[in-house]
Structures are given as structure tokens and as C-alpha cells.
T-cell receptor, first 111, second 116 residues
Framework: DAKTTQPTSMDCAEGRAANLPCNHS???????VYWYRQIHSQGPQYIIHGLKNNETNEMASLIITEDRKSSTLILPHATLRDTAVYYCIVRVSQGAQKLVFGQGTRLTINP | GAVVSQHPSWVICKSGTSVKIECRSL??????MFWYRQFPKQSLMLMAT?????????EQGVEKDKFLINHASLTLSTLTVTSAHPEDSSFYIC????????????FGPGTRLLVL
């Protein structure tokens, strides 16, 4: 699975959009980009995934560059409850493959 | 999504005893489950892949005789930490893979183990 690079930490004001970047320059053509988050002392929570098109669900939007070497997770109106560690992971979509977690981005939403 | 439960949510035990942690897939049958471990201020590390009806596959450096995994049914996998020691104190998390066109993993709430 391709390796990802994320900033160690980020801050965002409550009510503003939080934009979390992820670099995955060695991503393969059949690998998807998955985003998870982990709120303190809880199991990771699935957020969204995508291959090459931008995706949106009730939690967030995922913007993937045309060359697929980077992506951005957008939380449109961040709340205090969005404070968590966000993980960007790339892997193939089939075969019950394991997830390899990096260090993620610690996002702090400030009031 | 998928609903995954773990029991217990936290446990304290004496050094040398064994502890069993259960992971249940509540709303679908999971052929594959994963077990992760997370130490304070660190990321999740995969311990093993649990397949229903067969032996688990352990990651390098994880002792299979110390961390016994049983995946006896499509909705239940158990992790037993045998002869626990203080260095086994950690946050243990399981996940299930929900198939379909695009597979997605869903995680349990985790079990915090403290070995005294």
C-alpha cells in the first residue's frame, strides 16, 4: 500500500471549514483514498473514501487532485466535536486488505 | 456502515493472568476481522487478521502464543492475552471488513487493558 504524508497538527475555528491535506504521491491506479478519524479513547470512525472523483457525504467532502497524488478532506462547518486525529490511508478496495495507519493529523477545533 | 461492539470496554487485571476480549459484528456476518493495538500517543498497529474458521495471520513481531485469536463464528472474534504483563497494557481495537463493490473497515469502540 502507498505511503501517505499528513501534517502533524492543525487548528481551526469553530464554524469554519477545516481543510486537511494528504500527500500520496506513490498511489497506484487501483488504490482508493480512505479517511478515518479517531476521537480520544474511541475506535476509529470511517469518514469517506474515493478513487479519482470528488466525493461528498453527510460528514465531509473529499477532493482528489487530477494526478491523484494528493487529496484534501473538508469538514465544511467544523464543530468542537470534530476535534480528533484524522488518518488518510490508501489501499486497494478488495481482498480484505489491512489498513496501515500513519501518525495522522491532530485537528483541534477552537471555540 | 456496520455496527461493531467490544466487550469489555475496559479491564484491569493482575500480572500473569489471562484476559479475553470479544469483538462482535452486530449487523452483518464478517468473514474477516482485524485486531489492532494502540499505545498512548501512538497510532494503531495491526496485530493480526482473523478469518472465520481458520487460523489467524499474525503481523511480524506479534507472538501468536501470547495473543490467542479465535474466530469461531461470522459474528464473533476473541482475543485472549495470555499471561499478561504490564507492558501489555494498551488499547485494543477490532475491526470488520464490510464487502461490496468497495470494501470498508468499521471499528469497534476499543478495550482498554491495564495490567498491574
Amino acid at each position: 500500500d502507498a505511503k501517505t504524508t499528513q501534517p502533524t497538527s492543525m487548528d481551526c475555528a469553530e464554524g469554519r471549514a477545516a481543510n486537511l491535506p494528504c500527500n500520496h504521491s506513490t498511489i497506484s491506479g487501483n488504490e482508493y483514498v480512505y479517511w478515518y478519524r479517531q476521537i480520544h479513547s474511541q475506535g476509529p470512525q470511517y469518514i469517506i473514501h474515493g478513487l479519482k472523483n470528488n466525493e461528498t457525504n453527510e460528514m465531509a467532502s473529499l477532493i482528489i487532485t487530477e494526478d491523484r497524488k494528493s487529496s484534501t478532506l473538508i469538514l465544511p462547518h467544523a464543530t468542537l466535536r470534530d476535534t480528533a486525529v484524522y488518518y488518510c490511508i490508501v489501499r486497494v478496495s478488495q481482498g480484505a486488505q489491512k489498513l496501515v495507519f500513519g501518525q495522522g493529523t491532530r485537528l483541534t477545533i477552537n471555540p | 456502515g456496520a455496527v461493531v461492539s467490544q466487550h469489555p470496554s475496559w479491564v484491569i487485571c493482575k500480572s500473569g493472568t489471562s484476559v479475553k476480549i470479544e469483538c462482535r459484528s452486530l449487523d452483518f456476518q464478517a468473514t474477516t476481522m482485524f485486531w489492532y493495538r494502540q499505545f498512548p500517543k501512538q497510532s494503531l498497529m495491526l496485530m493480526a487478521t482473523s478469518n472465520e474458521g481458520s487460523k489467524a495471520t499474525y503481523e511480524q513481531g506479534v507472538e501468536k502464543d501470547k495473543f490467542l485469536i479465535n474466530h469461531a463464528s461470522l459474528t464473533l472474534s476473541t482475543l485472549t492475552v495470555t499471561s499478561a504483563h504490564p507492558e501489555d497494557s494498551s488499547f485494543y481495537i477490532c475491526s470488520v471488513t464490510r464487502g461490496g463493490l468497495i470494501e470498508t473497515q468499521y471499528f469497534g469502540p476499543g478495550t482498554r487493558l491495564l495490567v498491574l
